[in-house]
């Protein structure tokens, strides 16, 4: 089964600065009663940030917070004063046991910063800690990449939460299949370009939810870039999914 949600369906923040869209999950709130979210995958946000700006603060407790920086580059300071430069490629794990403290903004005097940020479900037993990684184009280029999983291995990021997210930059024409193992369900994002999820057109924005299935199929009707999540369901979190 799956359930789409367009790139229109998304909540835009009622600022001009910067835009944000919300596939779910908002900043007036802390967790996925704000908007429909997807298991423990509770906010996903796209932001285009114009230079010298910065990002409003939130505050969020026993988080765990990943961004993905897909143009330009965001400057950040942590709760702890450790200062530093995600660029275009880069991916960064961030959490902690008390409210998040991390400051993030632009510092290019020229060009925004575009990003994708996601927020799993607090858990108790998140493990405080800030990972980075950069992983290049090529390194994704048609195939699903594993890029953060809850089982520890060299060159990724960890998640507490049983979460693994892959992500690939997909020629035109080119084929892509993800296996979901029994108990496993699986959100696909398109960060560009367009793409065939089963029988679904998606173009950028869009989501797709996908259930009850053996498998994720992804075809790039244009050369195109996705994240999926491979997300552990739960017998209590059956019933929390995102709608068509």
């Known amino acids: 089964m799956i359930s789409v949600r367009r790139a229109a369906a998304r909540q835009l923040e009622p600022v001009a600065v910067p835009q944000h869209w919300h596939t779910f999950g908002s900043a007036k709130g802390t967790s996925a009663h704000d908007g429909p979210g997807f298991h423990v995958l509770e906010h996903l946000d796209e932001v285009q940030l114009p230079p010298d700006e910065e990002l409003?603060?939130?505050?969020?407790?026993?988080?765990?917070?990943?961004?993905?920086?897909?143009?330009?580059?965001?400057?950040?300071?942590?709760e702890h004063g450790q200062r530093g430069v995600l660029r275009a490629g880069g991916f960064q794990r961030v959490s902690s046991a008390a409210?998040?403290?991390?400051?993030?903004?632009?510092?290019?005097?020229?060009?925004?910063?575009?990003?994708?940020?996601?927020?799993l479900r607090a858990s108790t037993e998140t493990t405080p800690g800030h990972q980075e990684r950069h992983f290049?184009?090529?390194?994704?280029?048609?195939?699903?990449?594993?890029?953060?999983?809850?089982?520890?291995?060299?060159?990724?990021?960890?998640?507490?939460?049983?979460?693994r997210l892959y992500s690939a930059c997909i020629d035109a024409g080119?084929?892509?299949?993800?296996?979901l193992t029994a108990g496993r369900v699986a959100w696909l994002h398109v960060i560009r370009g367009s793409v065939k999820v089963m029988e679904e057109e998606l173009i950028a924005g869009d989501g797709?939810?996908?259930?009850?299935?053996?498998?994720v199929s992804v075809t790039a009707t244009e050369e195109a870039e996705v994240l999926l999540f491979d997300v552990g369901e739960h017998p209590t979190q059956a019933g929390n999914g995102v709608a068509a």
Do not use: K, M
Request: charged fraction near 25%; include cysteine.
């Open 136 to 163: 290049s184009v090529a390194a994704r280029r048609n195939v699903l990449c594993l890029v953060a999983s809850p089982a520890p291995a060299r060159g990724i990021l960890r998640f507490d939460q049983d979460v």
């Open 56 to 78: 409003p603060h939130r505050s969020f407790a026993r988080a765990e917070w990943l961004t993905y920086v897909l143009e330009g580059s965001l400057s950040y300071e942590d």
């Open 208 to 215: 797709a939810a996908v259930s009850a299935e053996r498998a």
């Open 99 to 119: 409210n998040r403290r991390h400051r993030e903004w632009n510092l290019c005097r020229t060009e925004n910063a575009h990003f994708f940020q996601c927020g």
């Open 174 to 179: 080119h084929h892509l299949v993800h296996e």
